[in-house]
């Protein structure tokens, strides 16, 4: 009973922050997917690999291992530092083609 609480809380907030349109979103207003292919900051590039905000994860990186911390936002898995958590729309977030 207890999981299903927790579940149905969780499920609560994910669709009203989907409702409210709290997804990470590009410079043109495209919407973040999982395993897009993307640059920002100076020269940073990587894959998303987790979106909190529409429930998508990467096998590699299972949902049970960000959902207690992660509440928004995505995880971009970069060649040149690892993992990056990115919460707010940024500007200099771009698709690769």
């Not at 940073?44 to 990467?58: A, H, I, N």
């Not at 960000?66 to 977030?93: F, P, Q, R």
Request: hydrophobic share 35%; net charge negative; charged share 35%.
């Amino acid at each position: 009973m207890e999981k299903r609480q927790k579940f149905g809380a969780e499920f609560k907030r994910e669709a009203v922050r989907i409702a409210l349109g709290h997804r990470m979103k590009y410079a043109d207003g495209s919407m973040v997917r999982l395993g897009d292919r993307v640059r920002f900051e100076p020269n940073l590039t990587g894959v998303v690999v987790c979106s909190v905000d529409t429930s998508e994860y990467m096998e590699k990186y299972p949902r049970d291992q960000w959902v207690s911390y992660l509440k928004h936002g995505v995880l971009i898995e970069t060649l040149e530092i690892g993992l990056v958590h990115l919460e707010e729309n940024d500007v200099a977030l771009q698709k690769e083609e």
